[in-house]
């Protein structure tokens, strides 16, 4: 779907995005901006989907991942969570 969407973040979202810039303000930037450029286009491939019925998307940037859900009634993209993805030592 093309055209803006307006962005959501639920709270466990706006937790770590917080936290995160906290330590790392650069790291969030680059995760808010990620998400606006995604918004835009949500069928650009950038997000992954996890389950179509329910509207689940995954989206990967970077070291970082959101978890996702589309309502696309109300053009919306809520986030659900974001997470500093583990890399195996």
Known sequence: MKGYHE???ASPAVRELRSL???DPTA????????EYVSTDLESGALRT???EAG???AEMGD???????RPEAMS?????????????
């Open 7 to 9: 962005i959501q973040l």
């Open 21 to 23: 810039h906290a330590c």
């Open 28 to 35: 969030a930037a680059f995760v808010l901006d990620w998400l």
């Open 50 to 52: 996890l389950d179509k």
């Open 56 to 58: 689940l998307l995954k």
């Open 64 to 70: 970082f991942d959101a978890l996702c859900w589309i």
């Open 77 to 89: 993209l809520v986030v659900l969570t974001v997470s500093r993805r583990r890399h195996p030592a």
